[in-house]
């Protein structure tokens, strides 16, 4: 059976550097994928392109493609798709095409755009969308005046087309993380987006979501993992699926980390609400039919994955500004430290309120003493040392910028046992806020250039 190999080298923007091109030189792949965006990072790429016009993608992809030439070279097969175009994929996609051509090689880039809503926000609200807050339906236009970026969360047929038209390499804007497998899968199968073809698309989608997340579905975060599980060589997790939509999950040979029913299985219900209705662009999908069987040593079959319908709406990210925030640690050793480190916490916010400062949200806690997953976590026994984190958020920048001074006090004025504090003063931080919509998928148009 006709079976494409497809490798995910990078789960978000800050992962290993040298993932995609150990598993580009030893995955055997057709396509390797690179996952770069989350909801934040897409507020962070905005305020860089507003403040430069060519910036606004992930840079790591840069580099990172410079260093994938030789496999490129060698493999003439070997094609990538990502969404590291962030906010900006026409100039990623100029800079990628200066890199490859400084290697002597020819590649042929499509970019894929339409995602981003920012510049049409106003005519949408406008014209009968209102991008009311998923969770409390409140208008988007409350906090119209704060609105940084809005991105529609595009699907795997803008890819697919890009691949039809003969592009090597896709950058894209914000497209649904599963979507980056489904892309090349539909084109190699030829895979449709009608009622036909769903299952199908489910079944990639499955896929596509047990290596959006690099190491986590090949040992990263297993409840079992240990010092025999060599994550210091941690593989990158490899979908091999079949024209019917049944599909492996593995690793390179000869590296660290895990495949086996508990990673897939940990992987799977990643951020999953609903298993029986997982959203995405390009089908509903229900995870409750997923069957996994270990077949061979680090080597996971996966069958099911069916279709649950089909959406007329895509899910917007908007990120909106809410104010500054700050968070300092220090570390209280000692008899009673997790005590001393929550009451040195409260004579912080105490001596901030003498001054005439209060914060809309404060939190303070003692690591080490169960604060860190309150409820889940308790310590058992008096810690011998924990680390105090107290962390304030409010609208006012020189209020936040006040109780980065605060800390360095507690050193001479504070409990016995305060140390921790040479890193230098907390810094100031703008905060960024989440705001989820949907938008008619008739409002939105997905473009493919070639570039």
Same mark, same amino acid.
């Given at each position: 059976m006709k079976h494409v190999r497809i490798g995910n080298g990078c789960g978000f923007w800050g992962d290993n550097l040298d993932a995609p091109v150990r598993l580009a030189n030893t995955g055997r792949l057709d396509y390797l994928t690179l996952e770069y965006l989350a909801e934040l990072t897409m507020s962070i790429l905005a305020v860089q392109k507003a403040k430069d016009a060519s910036a606004g993608f992930a840079t790591d992809f840069i580099d990172v493609l410079g260093r994938l030439a030789p496999a490129l070279q060698a493999q003439p097969r070997l094609k990538i798709v990502t969404n590291a175009g962030g906010m900006n994929p026409r100039?990623?996609?100029i800079q990628a095409k200066q890199v490859i051509a400084k290697a002597g090689i020819e590649k042929r880039i499509a970019v894929v755009s339409g995602d981003d809503l920012l510049p049409r926000l106003d005519e949408l609200l406008a014209s009968g969308h209102p991008l009311n807050h998923l969770d409390t339906g409140e208008p988007l236009s409350s906090i119209r005046d704060k609105v940084v970026s809005a991105n529609a969360y595009l699907g795997a047929r803008p890819i697919t087309d890009a691949l039809k038209q003969g592009a090597?390499?896709?950058?894209?804007?914000?497209?649904?993380?599963?979507?980056?497998?489904?892309?090349?899968?539909?084109h190699e199968f030829g895979w449709g987006f009608g009622?036909?073809?769903?299952?199908?698309?489910?079944?990639?989608?499955?896929?596509?979501?047990?290596?959006?997340?690099?190491a986590q579905a090949t040992g990263g975060l297993w409840i079992n993992a240990d010092e025999s599980t060599h994550l210091e060589n941690v593989g990158y997790p490899i979908a091999e699926i079949h024209e019917d939509g049944t599909f492996t999950i593995s690793k390179s040979?000869?590296?660290?980390g895990?495949?086996?029913?508990?990673?897939?299985?940990?992987?799977l219900l990643y951020e999953v609400a609903d298993p029986a209705r997982y959203f995405t662009p390009d089908v509903v999908a229900d995870f409750t039919t997923v069957k996994l069987t270990q077949t061979k040593p680090d080597v996971v079959h996966v069958t099911g994955g069916t279709a649950n319908g089909l959406t007329d709406t895509y899910k917007v990210s908007i990120a909106y500004r809410d104010g500054f925030m700050s968070a300092g640690t220090l570390?209280?050793?000692?008899?009673?430290?997790?005590?001393?480190?929550?009451?040195?916490?409260a004579v912080l916010l105490e001596k901030l309120k003498q001054a005439g400062f209060t914060f809309a949200e404060s939190r303070?806690?003692?690591?080490? #003493?169960?604060?860190?997953? *309150?409820? %889940? $976590?308790? #310590?058992?026994?008096?810690? *011998?040392? %924990? $680390?105090?984190r107290v962390a304030v958020r409010d609208p006012r920048k020189a209020a936040v910028e006040r109780f980065t001074k605060e800390f360095a006090p507690?050193?001479?004025?504070?409990?016995?046992?305060?140390?921790?504090?040479?890193?230098?003063?907390?810094?100031?931080?703008?905060?960024?806020?989440?705001?989820?919509?949907l938008v008619a998928k008739s409002a939105v148009t997905p473009v493919v250039e070639v570039v």
């Open positions: 100039a990623c996609a090597e390499i896709v950058i894209t804007g914000r497209v649904a993380d599963a979507s980056l497998t489904v892309g090349p899968a539909a009622p036909a073809d769903l299952d199908r698309l489910a079944s990639g989608t499955v896929a596509g979501h047990l290596i959006e997340c690099g040979e000869g590296t660290g895990a495949v086996n029913v508990e990673t897939v299985s940990e992987q570390v209280i050793a000692g008899p009673n430290a997790a005590a001393k480190a929550r009451r040195s916490g303070i806690e003692a690591l080490g #003493a169960g604060d860190c997953v *309150p409820g %889940v $976590v308790t #310590a058992t026994a008096d810690p *011998p040392e %924990v $680390v105090l507690l050193v001479t004025s504070g409990f016995p046992g305060t140390t921790g504090y040479t890193t230098g003063r907390p810094p100031v931080r703008e905060v960024f806020a989440y705001w989820p919509a």
